[in-house]
């Protein structure tokens, strides 16, 4: 037996282990949040576009306004170079599957707010879904350039 390693992978330095980090590009991710508090806003104004019920304004409304801030949240959080809460996009991924299902639940009153609603909780459900994935793989933030 000798005593030389037969591994000599194991001996890896911390910044080799470092460079195979699996990174996130923030900036990406920051717009995908952006866009799905977009679609909260888009979410929250459509029953006063359209015709809506009482119960479908409601719905429409807190629902809205839920995802708004959830997305703002994470929008806040990787402008700040830090990855995003992978249980607030998870609670955002929830949210646009109640949208998406609403429609056949409650009165809302039109088609075509109906149309919308189950459409815009179908893209915030796999936006957020996406993003709360991509969040959870990362080890660390890709900090691309400096911010002004």
């Known amino acids: 037996m000798s005593d030389t390693p037969t591994d000599t992978n194991r001996d890896s330095t911390a910044a080799e282990r470092a460079d ?10 920051q717009w995908l949040s952006a866009l799905v508090a977009i679609i909260g806003l888009y979410v929250v104004a459509s029953p006063f576009i359209f015709e809506a019920t009482d119960q479908a304004i409601w719905n429409d409304t807190l629902v809205g306004t839920g995802i708004f801030l959830l997305a703002g949240y994470n929008f806040v959080r990787l402008s700040r170079d830090r990855l995003a809460s992978v249980g607030v996009a998870s609670l ?44 959870n793989k990362a ?6 350039g400096a911010r002004a």
Do not use: C
Not at 120 to 125: D, E, I, K, Q
């Open 20 to 29: 195979h980090r699996n990174t996130l590009n923030t900036d990406t991710m």
């Open 92 to 135: 955002a991924v929830l949210l646009g599957l109640w949208l998406l299902v609403s429609p056949a639940v409650i009165d809302m009153g039109s088609s075509t707010l109906a149309t919308g609603t189950a459409a815009s909780g179908l893209a915030t459900a796999v936006l957020s879904a996406y993003n709360a994935y991509a969040n």
């Open 139 to 144: 080890d660390a933030p890709d900090r691309v």
